[in-house]
């Protein structure tokens, strides 16, 4: 069965400094997601991306935050300038339009570890 | 704005028992709802999800959800738990004009054998 892959599983950073993390959505999907998680919080909405442009965001989806589709397979998510707050588990997800639409499939996660 | 409450933080049962995880949502439009598991270790695994129909779904692994409207609630339920559903277990919600997932904070189940 085909799933969402992300990585890597484990991005240790100093603050400040900019960390990619990467997701290889399900291929036939045209939806994709990130959301995270901060130790011992919901699971929270970060953005969404469909037809190469952000279709949503969250108000902590701020100027420090990016996200591409830079080669039709993979989705990035960049943050430019990390701080202590930001680290949290990182899940990217992806959805297929058409057939069972409203099914979101998540990959294991990124955790960040901002220092 | 929407939110999703799971009231219990934190479950410990004895394999056999039954299993009842209370999720509501505040939102009163139509929503879609799931049920989505996470094993230790592991990434978020939908459990089951309701669109419109039959307000009794079934899941994979024995698992059941029943929507009532009138009470804004989608508890999930498992007559005989084992061991292996030991996970972390989080309800959320969609709504017609967004895609976004809504999700409750999780409950955490423990069944020890």
């Known amino acids: 069965e085909p799933e969402v892959t992300q990585t890597p599983s484990h991005q240790v950073t100093q603050m400040g400094q900019e960390v990619i993390l990467r997701c290889v959505p399900i291929?036939?999907?045209?939806?994709f997601y990130w959301y995270r998680q901060i130790l011992g919080q919901k699971v929270e909405f970060l953005v969404s991306f469909y037809n190469n442009e952000i279709s949503e965001k969250s108000e902590i989806f701020d100027d420090q935050f990016s996200v591409e589709r830079p080669d039709g397979s993979n989705f990035t998510l960049k943050i430019r300038s990390t701080k202590l707050e930001d680290s949290a588990m990182y899940f990217c997800?992806?959805?297929?339009?058409?057939?069972?639409?409203?099914?979101?499939?998540f990959g294991p996660g990124t955790r960040l570890t901002v220092l | 704005a929407q939110s999703v409450s799971q009231h219990n933080h934190h479950v410990i049962l004895s394999e056999a028992a039954s299993l009842e995880l209370g999720c509501n949502y505040s939102y009163g439009g139509t929503v879609n709802l799931f049920w989505y598991v996470q094993y230790p270790g592991q990434h978020l695994q939908l459990l089951l999800k309701?669109?419109?129909?039959?307000?009794l779904v079934k899941g994979i692994k024995g698992f059941e959800a029943e929507f009532i409207k009138s009470k804004f609630s989608f508890n999930l339920r498992k007559p005989s738990v084992q061991w292996s559903d030991t996970a972390e277990y989080f309800c959320a919600v969609t709504s017609y004009n967004t895609d976004k997932l809504i999700f409750g904070t999780g409950t955490r189940l423990q069944v020890f054998p």
């Open positions: 997800a992806s959805r297929q339009r058409g057939g069972d639409t409203d099914t979101q499939y």
């Open positions: 309701y669109f419109s129909g039959d307000p």
């Open positions: 291929s036939n999907h045209l939806y």
